[in-house]
């Protein structure tokens, strides 16, 4: 079975500056997928990067972007010129792209909360 | 686009009382769907996940279970809830041709 760790319950930053989360996973697997997903006080979850194992580029969404260790099993989350409104718990999951696979759900960390200070 | 809906967005109920929460999805066909729990300052668990009508696979042992009786349609239920039932529950739904999921709103239950 799949796990996903992440080793940091909670980082603060200062607004404007570059916050980087970190996320390691276990899997005996060679294709699947990676996500990061945030969760404001509201509480839905919202899907902010993915990565495609097969990819060697890393992921990038304006601000956020990724470091993908395929090798380190590490995926880590960068932030730069955080905002106050990027104030969230953030969650790394992780997906199996086998056959059928696809159909199974997402297996989450615990979560990173993080703060932005003004 | 595609939207999907939760409800109700809040939920109190007693100890032994039964349970149906709603989630619908709109402006795609033959979505997986997927029920996850989220306990207090925990990730997300899945509970479980539909390739399709009437087809329903449980993740956890436990007294829910989950329905799909329209395509676009995924029920959680419960003939009798526990305390251990409280957190807050995620459905989800993803394409045949993707493999990130998207989220509703989510419901909160509280069993007292």
């Known amino acids: 079975a799949q796990t996903v760790t992440q080793s940091q319950p909670e980082m603060s930053v200062q607004e404007a500056e570059t916050v980087t989360l970190s996320c390691t996973y276990d899997t005996s697997e060679s294709d699947y997928y990676l996500f990061w997903y945030k969760q404001p006080p509201s509480r839905q979850m919202i899907l902010v990067i993915r990565?495609?194992?097969?990819k060697q580029q890393n992921a990038t969404e304006n601000r956020f972007s990724v470091n993908f260790q395929k090798a380190a099993k590490s995926f880590s989350l960068k932030i730069s010129d955080s905002q106050l409104g990027d104030a969230a718990m953030y969650f790394c999951a992780y997906r199996s792209a086998r056959w059928g696979g696809g159909a199974d759900g997402l297996t989450f960390g615990k979560g990173t909360h993080l703060i932005i200070q003004p | 686009s595609q939207t999907i809906h939760q409800w109700p967005a809040t939920l109190v109920q007693p100890v032994g009382s039964p349970l149906s929460l709603e989630c619908t999805v709109e402006?795609?066909?033959?979505?997986?769907l997927y029920w996850y729990r989220q306990a207090a300052g925990r990730g997300l668990q899945l509970l479980f996940y539909?390739?399709?009508?009437?087809?329903i696979s449980s993740e956890v042992p436990q007294n829910l279970s989950a329905s799909r009786p329209q395509d676009r349609q995924f029920i959680l239920s419960s003939k009798k809830l526990l305390l251990s039932d409280s957190g807050f529950y995620l459905c989800?739904?993803?394409?045949?041709?993707?493999?990130?999921?998207?989220f509703g709103p989510g419901t909160r239950l509280t069993v007292t």
């Open positions: 990565q495609e194992a097969y």
């Open positions: 402006g795609t066909s033959n979505p997986n």
């Open positions: 539909s390739v399709g009508i009437g087809q």
């Open positions: 989800a739904w993803s394409s045949l041709a993707q493999y990130e999921q998207y």
